[in-house]
């Protein structure tokens, strides 16, 4: 990117903004304002409130390095190292999946859940977060549902101390409790029955895997990602491990690619102590979670 002797705010977004955008980055406009926010530790409202501040050498120098790092394809919350999740702000790095708008669905059915079991003089005690990544579903879930105590696994150890992390500063610390392990094997000697296990779990396809953008298959953890061959492999260890960690009339909440969602439905019906599953669509209208439920009272 050119850089004359001198800039304001407003030069120096309008030069960037079409310097992203020739590079065929996506919302170039916002990406600039973001990076500069970032850059100068302001919000983006004063960016427009200061649009004729000068800048000096080092603001401009290390600007231009972020712009750099996005040209590369460097997903802009990895540079920012944060990522907004049910309108709370997530600590994001690359040892952990940077969290998606349509993983929100997961808490908003899961609130339904509770909310109906409260009109029921019911309530949801336990949860599970199987695969917590950075955090961003236990600690929602700890702040929405405060009365419930949550356990958080992650086979990795990178996103388990990320995820802690958030928890401190949203101060839910005290109700996670985050364990280190693969899928259901770290829960098996702690003798816990769950009313609600939600998860996100890896379910692209080696296949679709070499399709995903650079800003996916370049930088984020492919251990996230990638559910073998078709996808399912975690979806389906998830539906036949849940049986043995619900609680009667406990339910599975689960995230998966649209085209899985009627295999998983057969894989819950071979499953002799599940509830006949649903499937609930995203705000694009596709169907993006699975929900069932394990025989028996809650």
Avoid at 126 to 140: E, P, V
Wanted: glycine letters at 6%.
């Amino acid at each position: 990117m050119p850089m004359p002797e001198s800039w304001t705010i407003k030069d120096l977004l309008r030069v960037s903004t079409d310097y992203l955008e020739e590079k065929q980055i996506d919302s170039p406009r916002l990406t600039a304002e973001v990076l500069l926010a970032f850059q100068l530790e302001m919000s983006r409202i004063s960016l427009y409130l200061n649009l004729d501040q000068p800048l000096n050498e080092s603001e401009v120098s290390g600007y231009r390095e972020l712009i750099r790092r996005r040209i590369q394809r460097e997903p802009l919350q990895y540079i920012t190292g944060v990522q907004e999740f049910w309108s709370l702000d997530f600590e994001v790095d690359p040892r952990v999946l940077i969290p998606r708008p349509e993983t929100e669905l997961l808490v908003e059915q899961a609130m339904a859940i509770h909310e109906t079991l409260s009109t029921q003089n019911a309530t949801i005690d336990r949860i599970l977060d199987l695969g917590t990544g950075s955090g961003a579903l236990a600690i929602t879930l700890a702040k929405e549902i405060p009365d419930a105590r949550i356990w958080a696994t992650d086979i990795s150890g990178g996103a388990i101390n990320l995820a802690a992390r958030n928890a401190e500063k949203h101060e839910v610390s005290d109700r996670i409790e985050f364990i280190q392990g693969d899928l259901w094997q770290p829960l098996m000697d702690q003798g816990i029955a769950f009313d609600l296990v939600v998860s996100n779990p890896p379910y692209v396809s080696d296949e679709e895997y070499q399709d995903l953008s650079p800003e996916v298959h370049d930088y984020e953890p492919r251990i996230s990602l990638c559910g073998h061959e078709n996808g399912l492999y975690y979806v389906q260890e998830i539906i036949k491990g849940c049986k043995d960690v619900l609680s009667p009339g406990g339910w599975l909440l689960m995230e998966m690619s649209p085209g899985q969602t009627e295999k998983a439905l057969e894989l819950i019906r071979s499953v002799e102590t599940l509830e006949k599953g649903t499937r609930i669509r995203d705000y694009s209208h596709r169907y993006r979670v699975v929900a069932t439920q394990k025989r028996g009272l809650h």
